[in-house]
């Protein structure tokens, strides 16, 4: 098993900046690839990001590519989201995921486990 811990949510200005932080815990040996989610009211969850074991293959969804970045720490277990340049159409809950084995990367990424998420607020 895999929990996902995820944290820097909160409220900021347009055109601000946040950065998220997700920990994994448990069996992390076993992680391919990692990436952030979001669900805004009355829509599905969407992929935000995805980034492999190694950091070498990257997907981002149209809306936050040049503005949103992914990152990851195998050492530390730990998989960020810098967003930069943030509109409020990116107000939403944030969630993390992984998957235990190899996966193409794309829209429909479909994840093993998820984190609790966090809230982001982007005013006007």
């Known amino acids: 098993q895999v929990q996902l811990g995820e944290s820097g949510g909160g409220l900021v200005q347009a055109g601000g900046s946040l950065r998220l932080s997700c920990v994994a815990s448990?069996?992390?040996?076993?992680?391919?690839?990692m990436g952030w989610f979001r669900q805004a009211p009355g829509n599905e969850r969407d992929v935000v990001g995805i980034i492999n074991r190694s950091g070498s293959a990257l997907y981002y969804a149209d809306s936050v590519k040049g503005r949103f970045t992914i990152s990851r720490d195998n050492a530390k277990s730990t998989v960020t989201l810098q967003m930069n340049s943030l509109k409020p159409e990116d107000t939403a809950v944030y969630y993390c995921?992984?998957?235990?084995?190899?996966?193409?990367?794309?829209?429909?990424?479909?994840?093993?486990?998820w984190g609790q998420g966090t809230q982001v607020t982007v005013s006007s």
């Open positions: 448990g069996r992390t040996f076993g992680l391919y690839g």
């Open positions: 995921a992984a998957k235990t084995t190899p996966a193409a990367y794309g829209r429909n990424w479909s994840p093993d486990y």
